[in-house]
């Protein structure tokens, strides 16, 4: 089984919608984060969390929200999405403690269109 | 501020070349860690390696190999005898020391690999 899955992979949602992608991880991991991807871009932070109850906002927070419901489970919400937030959206996690590294692990993407 | 620039938007190679990916970084930290990743045609991100800026040696995986030269605040990969698996998006990733998790992306570089 997949470290960090996220669910949905794909979803086509319209104008105005409220929408949640939810990620979940098995390494045990305490940090968390959700990016964003554009064609021909890199990776944007949207929000990371370092616990349970530390939440912040990266680069492009506007226009989302993030729960952090347990260790395991780190939610993104778009309170009413537009357009420009069609994006391939991806969730990551990291231990510092694991030699001080903090490599970030990946899950598979959300590819989310907004019409 | 930290910034990671691949100057090779796409490069297209033929079956069994070898290819060089090239990565030139900016930070202030003395501390700090280099990443690449690997995107598939699939979408995924896979982790490939991490260095950490007191360690200057080379790293060799199979065809894979790095090459990390401080001097020049460059990180490049090399493919040796390419195959059409090898066929992505690579992104070479930054980020400090401590407590500055931020990782910070180049904009990748698509290689082809034809047969």
């Known amino acids: 089984d997949a470290d960090v899955t996220q669910t949905p992979r794909n979803r086509i949602t319209k104008t105005g919608k409220r929408i949640m992608l939810e990620c979940s991880q098995t390494k045990g991991h305490d940090r968390m984060y959700w990016y964003r991807q554009d064609p021909g871009l890199g990776l944007q932070l949207i929000y990371y969390s370092f616990d349970v109850k530390d939440i912040n906002k990266g680069e492009i927070s506007d226009g989302y929200s993030v729960s952090r419901q347990a260790q395991a489970k780190f939610s993104l919400s778009l309170e009413s999405a537009i357009p420009n937030q069609t994006a391939l959206y991806f969730c990551a996690t990291s231990d510092p403690l694991a030699g001080a590294t903090d490599t970030q692990y990946f899950g598979p993407g959300t590819r989310l269109t907004v019409l | 501020a930290q910034k990671v620039t691949q100057a090779q938007t796409e490069i297209s190679v033929v079956e069994k070349e070898d290819v060089t990916l090239d990565c030139v970084y900016e930070?202030?930290?003395?501390?700090?860690?280099l990443f690449w990743y690997k995107q598939p045609p699939s979408g995924e991100l896979v982790f490939l390696i991490r260095?950490?800026?007191?360690?200057?040696q080379n790293e060799i995986s199979g065809r894979y190999s790095w090459n990390f030269q401080k001097s020049t605040s460059s990180f490049n990969f090399t493919i040796t005898a390419s195959q059409v698996v090898d066929s992505a998006v690579y992104f070479c990733a930054l980020s400090g020391g401590g407590s500055n998790y931020k990782l910070t992306f180049g904009k990748g570089t698509l290689l082809t690999v034809n047969p």
């Open positions: 260095r950490n800026s007191f360690d200057e």
């Open positions: 930070t202030r930290d003395t501390t700090y860690y």
